[in-house]
Structure formats: structure tokens, C-alpha cells
T-cell receptor, first 115, second 111 residues
Framework: KAGVTQTPRYLIKTRGQQVTLSCSPISGHRSVSWYQQTPGQGLQFLFEYFSETQRNKGNFPGRFSGRQFSNSRSEMNVSTLELGDSALYLC??????????????FGEGSRLTVL | EDQVTQSPEALRLQEGESSSLNCSYTVSGLRGLFWYRQDPGKGPEFLFTLYSAGEEKEKERLKATLTKKESFLHITAPKPEDSATYLCAGHSGGGADGLTFGKGTHLIIQP
């Protein structure tokens, strides 16, 4: 059974640019969550999508957005990149909404470096 | 505001030397306390879910326990392959903010 796939794995951008990250969940999983991981703040919740609807959103500025498609694949977008956006962005999928279960299956992440 | 604090930040043990990792939490209406393992360059891997005080879960050399304010991850006779960062996370009753993660304990098991 294939795991959660995130692309690209590594990318470098400059300040002011935008970036789109992609996540393909485990087959049959309808919930996709996104987390930002940095050495200083650890893992922080960005948002969750379930059946194409944003269910929950963390405390991040509006520059961070996402969406989910009918096949449960998800994308997140960060506009007007800042140096502080450099991080590992992790996608996680689960069978049901994470409101009901914390058993998340994580991908290996997309490491974003902003110069 | 929900908070999860893990200690110690780092721990170095000899192979076979048992120890415990601590996770203290203030999560309103806790619906679950979760433990994950993260290896370098990888995403976190789910280990355990604990729902109520007094509950215990075991997997190989790991045992997780939960009280009303803390959770412990006990590692018995660890092996070098147990080296990883162990993350604790809480989920509140509102479910509005996803999981609240601690910053993790970086565990090194020396042969």
C-alpha cells in the first residue's frame, strides 16, 4: 500500500515568490492535514481538508492557503514568501477527520528554503 | 491555549539502559494523547493513542502511559535502532486546531 507522497521534496525560492506543494494521500483516506516543522517551533498545524472542505485552520497568516481535490489530493500554496517560511512542510492523511482520530500518516515532507 | 511540553529535550542512553520520556500537557477537553516517532529526513510515524487517565499501550520495547496531566513513554532495554525523535501531541475537544505537538525528545541509544 503506497504511503503519503509529497512533491517536490526540496525546493529553493527567493523572498516575494510563491510556492505550491502537492500531497497525494493514502488511497481511501479522505482527510489531509498540513503541518509546518521548524527547529524553533516544532510541528505547527496549518489546516485540514476533508472531502474537499477546509475543516480546521491553524494560526497562520492568509498567505498560507490550500485546497483539496475530488480525488483527495491536496495542494498548499504560500504567497509572498518570507525568510521565516523556510521549513519542512508535512502532509498527513487519515481515514476520517483528525477531529475524530489523531492517527495520522505523514509523508516525508517538502523542505522549503527561502533566500 | 493548548500546550504540550516534552522533557528532556535530548537523552543519550547506553544500549539496554531503560528510561522514560515525559510529556506534560494542558489541552482543553483532551480527546486523545498521541505519540509519534520521527527519524531524520522522514515524517513522523504514529506509535500510540491514549484516551483516558490510567490507560497504557505497549509495542515492543515501548510502553506509553497517561495521567490527568502527563504522559510517559517508557523504553525498556533499548537498542540503537530505537534512536529517533519522539513526539507527543494532544488533541482538544473542539478539534479546531489540529494536533498540538511538543517539540520532541531526541533519543540516542549508544551500542
Amino acid at each position: 500500500k503506497a504511503g503519503v507522497t509529497q512533491t517536490p521534496r526540496y525546493l529553493i525560492k527567493t523572498r516575494g515568490q510563491q510556492v505550491t506543494l502537492s500531497c497525494s494521500p493514502i488511497s481511501g483516506h479522505r482527510s489531509v492535514s498540513w503541518y509546518q516543522q521548524t527547529p524553533g517551533q516544532g510541528l505547527q498545524f496549518l489546516f485540514e481538508y476533508f472531502s474537499e472542505t477546509q475543516r480546521n485552520k491553524g494560526n497562520f497568516p492568509g498567505r498560507f492557503s490550500g485546497r483539496q481535490f475530488s480525488n483527495s489530493r491536496s495542494e498548499m500554496n504560500v504567497s509572498t514568501l518570507e525568510l521565516g517560511d523556510s521549513a519542512l512542510y508535512l502532509c498527513a492523511s487519515s481515514l476520517g477527520s483528525s477531529a475524530n482520530t489523531g492517527e495520522l500518516f505523514f509523508g516525508e515532507g517538502s523542505r522549503l528554503t527561502v533566500l | 491555549e493548548d500546550q504540550v511540553t516534552q522533557s528532556p529535550e535530548a537523552l543519550r542512553l547506553q544500549e539496554g539502559e531503560s528510561s522514560s520520556l515525559n510529556c506534560s500537557y494542558t489541552v482543553s477537553g483532551l480527546r486523545g494523547l498521541f505519540w509519534y516517532r520521527q527519524d531524520p529526513g522522514k515524517g513522523p510515524e504514529f506509535l500510540f493513542t491514549l484516551y483516558s487517565a490510567g490507560e497504557e499501550k505497549e509495542k515492543e520495547r515501548l510502553k506509553a502511559t497517561l495521567t490527568k496531566k502527563e504522559s510517559f513513554l517508557h523504553i525498556t532495554a533499548p537498542k540503537p535502532e530505537d534512536s529517533a525523535t519522539y513526539l507527543c501531541a494532544g488533541h482538544s475537544g473542539g478539534g479546531a486546531d489540529g494536533l498540538t505537538f511538543g517539540k520532541g525528545t531526541h533519543l540516542i541509544i549508544q551500542p
